[in-house]
């Protein structure tokens, strides 16, 4: 009985074993099955494609463009306002003069105020369309790769200046860690720069 009852309790070991190990095969398998996350580091790919080149250089020239008009106007009004001093107060030439002067004046405030809402609004423009297209690129790689999941990886830019950038550092850099996920920034700029022209009018 002693004998039997020994036999059926290795038996039942070697049973239980056997589930534990084919268990564990399983979970092996279901885990060589997870498809690897992809990541992108949107600033970077934003700051190195180059549609970003291109557009800095247009930029730069029109920046450069409206500083020397609001120059030539500061020259102008100050130029009118030394001839006012050397015309009679009252005469019709210095009423003239002033007229224009005072003219002059609110076309240079005018541009000083509208010219930074244009760039700002100019590169919220800009800016707004090549990340739209950052997402296409990103969501047709990851079709292509299979990717169940892409999270944007930009690293944060240290010293960080101010506390509202911190702030806002801290709300939105949500990958703090991505060893083994698959870096697909390379490839999504290499997309961009085939489509250059796109951004560029």
């Known amino acids: ?41 949107v600033r ?24 020397a008009e609001e120059e030539q106007l500061s020259r102008e009004i100050q130029a009118l306002a030394a001839g006012l001093r050397a015309l009679k107060p009252g005469s019709s030439d210095h009423l003239k003069q002033y007229k224009e002067y005072l ?22 423009q800009w800016t707004q369309e090549l990340y739209k297209e950052i997402l296409r690129i990103t969501k047709v790689l990851a079709a292509e790769k299979r990717l169940p999941l892409v999270l944007g990886s930009d690293e944060p830019e240290f010293p960080i ?25 390379d490839e999504v700029i290499a997309e961009l720069d085939k489509e250059e022209s796109k951004f560029i009018n």
């Open 1 to 41: 009985m002693k004998i039997k009852t020994a036999v059926l309790g290795c038996l039942m070991g070697v049973v239980v074993l056997l589930l534990v190990h084919e268990y564990s095969m399983a979970q092996m398998k279901t885990n060589d099955q997870v498809m690897p996350i992809g990541i992108v580091d």
């Open 44 to 67: 970077r790919a934003l700051r190195e494609c180059k549609a970003t080149e291109k557009y800095k250089e247009r930029t730069n020239a029109e920046n450069s463009k409206m500083a």
């Open 103 to 124: 003219q002059k004046q609110n076309d240079l405030k005018t541009m000083q105020e509208f010219n930074p809402q244009q760039k700002a609004l100019k590169h919220q």
């Open 161 to 185: 200046q101010r506390y509202e950038e911190l702030a806002m550092t801290l709300s939105t850099h949500k990958v703090l860690y991505s060893n083994g996920c698959l870096d697909l920034t």
